[in-house]
């Protein structure tokens, strides 16, 4: 019961705009006093937003039109002391040494933020012309001749380590 209490207050609060203070609030009304600590609390608010946000961007992502104008993502760290050093790197273990992955790399299919409980990672769709702005060679050529590339560079294996369990897959649109 306290989790579902707890995933309506999360609900409720999304619906008003996203805020911590606002989802204490909601808990507090509730349930009562919270049965979890504070940084517990604020645990579940920040990875289920960032879930949801990742989720909204994927299904909009998603649209034939959209895919089309926007072939490639760039995976955007925090960068501040509470990052983590894995997800720095993926920032520039991309195409050409940066952040932009294609978007039809598998790489997101492990890699779609959040990638743990608390990360505060994003990505941003790019165009061709953005990803070529942004330093990378492919999308320079693709700009240059007018056609996409033959066989697409997938970063994939080039990320030597493992994401955190039951994270970073991409999850709208996908059967349940």
Do not use: M
Not at 8 to 21: M, N, V, Y
Not at 106 to 118: A, H, L, V
Request: glycine residues 8%; aromatic residues 10%; charged residues 25%.
């Amino acid at each position: 019961e306290t989790i579902e209490e707890i995933r309506d207050a999360l609900a409720k609060t999304l619906e008003q705009g996203p805020s911590l203070r606002v989802f204490r609030e909601k808990i507090e009304e509730a349930i009562g006093a919270s049965p979890i600590g504070p940084a517990h609390v604020e645990t579940v608010y920040r990875t289920n937003i960032q879930a949801a946000f990742s989720d909204g961007l994927e299904t909009i992502a998603s649209n034939p039109i959209v895919d089309e104008l926007f072939p490639y993502a760039e995976y955007l760290p925090i960068r501040d002391a509470r990052a983590r050093s894995e997800h720095l790197a993926l920032a520039t273990l991309g195409l050409s040494g940066t952040g932009v992955y294609r978007r039809d790399d598998p790489f997101w299919d492990q890699w779609t933020p959040p990638n743990g409980y608390n990360c505060r990672c994003g990505r941003n769709l790019l165009t061709i012309d953005a990803a070529a702005r942004k330093g990378v060679q492919e999308a320079k050529e693709w700009l240059r001749t007018g056609r996409p590339p033959v066989v697409p560079e997938w970063r994939i294996d080039y990320i030597p380590f493992k994401n955190e369990p039951g994270f970073g897959s991409r999850r709208a649109g996908r059967a349940a």
